[in-house]
């Protein structure tokens, strides 16, 4: 989870600045280039962006991170990812994807999972067993594309047994 949360952090970093135009379309609920949630009841919000990232021949990954920043001096904050992992040519679309223990990319299923944890923290949290559902509303998928949707429901685990519970969630970012 401390090599996921680093990996989002830098990705974040790298393309927060392009992520932040301005957004043509006024009557966004979520402005475009951010994630919102509600974690544990108290409201994360973020600027974010997505990325497309080959894993392995055939596999790839659509990462949508965003990092509140909750110290400027120490640069810690707190990191919130979606990530839908898909076989090649079976790209997310506007649909709905439901996490599962099970779920298997390469027999052309969509696999949500979803992470969330502080940067000072290299133990994160992590959807597991318990199924959460994303829903794509709208997607250009491509480099320069955008992504609009929402997930909730998911109950996130630490290594102890720790649990956060996310709700209303709601992405908007642009695809880099």
Do not use: H, W
Not at 1 to 16: A, E, G, P, Q, R
Not at 109 to 128: F, I, W
Not at 162 to 176: A, C, E, K, L, R
């Amino acid at each position: 989870m401390k090599n996921l949360i680093l990996f989002t952090v830098i990705v974040l970093l790298s393309t927060l600045n392009s992520a932040c135009r301005k957004d043509d379309d006024g009557d966004q609920e979520v402005k475009r280039g951010t994630i919102t949630a509600k974690i544990d009841g108290e409201t994360f919000e973020a600027a974010a962006s997505g990325s497309i990232v080959t894993l392995i021949q055939q596999l790839e990954r659509f990462t949508i991170a965003g990092v509140k920043i909750t110290n400027l001096s120490s640069s810690s904050g707190q990191v919130l990812t979606l990530v839908l992992d898909y076989q090649i040519g079976n790209e997310p679309s506007t649909d709905s994807y439901t996490s599962s223990s099970d779920c298997d990319v390469f027999s052309n299923e969509v696999c949500p999972a979803l992470g969330y944890g502080d940067t000072a923290d290299p133990n994160g949290y992590g959807s597991q067993a318990i199924p959460f559902t994303v829903t794509i509303d709208e997607i250009d998928y491509r480099l320069g594309g955008f992504a609009k949707g929402s997930f909730s429901d998911a109950i996130l685990f630490d290594v102890d047994g720790n649990s956060v519970t996310v709700t209303d969630g709601q992405i908007n970012v642009s695809i880099q």
